[in-house]
């Protein structure tokens, strides 16, 4: 959700600042945009599709997300001269280091998820598991994380109704990709 | 209902080659974004 809220407040600032200067506003041109296809199609089998995500093991899961992840690594080495994409690549990278450090999940820690749900739902949830099968992220408690700064550990202020974790991949990612919207190409210059 | 065809059709003459070039672009970024992202709402707790 705040992955795809960037990429929307992105594209509004950018399409927003370049009409306010009476400039045509040019979105970001990709290469090999079937990469990205390629890429998102086993995470889309392991997490996305009800079908498919529950008949695939933790470790078939595992594999499609780390396959997933280099895959898009790649698409971002080769576009990495457009505005914004270091950013998203680091966070990229950050996460899939990350994932890979604790076997093949991104970890949450027992105390982040209690600050999401109540302590009924954490009580049900298995240390060592994944949370769901459409999750990518797996319960451990904080002494077993490596590289704990890089897991799911980030939650938004209280006053927010909509309740998650994030990582500080996830945080370089939205960004990133914000920036490649907001960017305007016209005059060559943010905001 | 032969006038809200031609509307319709109308409509999808409009589209051109830069709507589908950024209806592409936006498709790409949310897939990218969500493949590389990882961030957890326990929402699908069960599933």
Not at chain 1, 53 to 69: H, K, N, P, V
Not at chain 1, 74 to 100: E, S, Y
Not at chain 1, 126 to 153: C, F, Q, Y
Request: aromatic letters at 10%; a positive charge.
């Amino acid at each position: 959700m705040i992955l795809l809220v960037s990429i929307a407040a992105g594209a509004l600032v950018g399409w927003g600042y370049a009409r306010w200067r009476g400039v045509a506003w040019h979105s970001p041109v990709f290469r090999a945009t079937w990469l990205v296809a390629l890429g998102f199609l086993p995470q889309f089998i392991a997490f996305y599709l009800p079908s498919t995500r529950r008949s695939l093991t933790d470790e078939g899961a595992s594999l499609c997300l780390i396959t997933s992840q280099v895959i898009l690594l790649i698409f971002t080495g080769l576009n990495i001269r457009l505005p914004g994409m270091p950013l998203l690549a680091l966070g990229l990278v950050c996460n899939l280091v990350v994932i890979l450090a604790n076997g093949g999940f991104m970890p949450l820690s027992t105390d982040t998820a209690s600050r999401l749900v109540s302590p009924t739902i954490i009580d049900s949830l298995v240390l060592g598991e994944r949370v769901s099968s459409a999750s990518k992220d797996v319960l451990l408690t904080e002494a077993n994380i490596r590289l704990p700064w890089l897991a799911d550990r980030f939650v938004p202020p209280q006053s927010l109704p909509y309740r998650f974790a994030f990582s500080l991949g996830d945080v370089f990612i939205a960004a990133g990709a914000f920036w490649m919207l907001a960017y305007n190409r016209q005059t060559a210059s943010f905001f | 209902m032969k006038n809200l065809f031609n509307q319709a059709a109308l409509s999808l003459s409009k589209i051109n080659k830069t709507h589908l070039q950024f209806a592409l672009m936006m498709l790409t970024l949310v897939m990218l974004v969500l493949g590389a992202g990882a961030p957890e709402d326990l929402s699908g707790h069960g599933r």
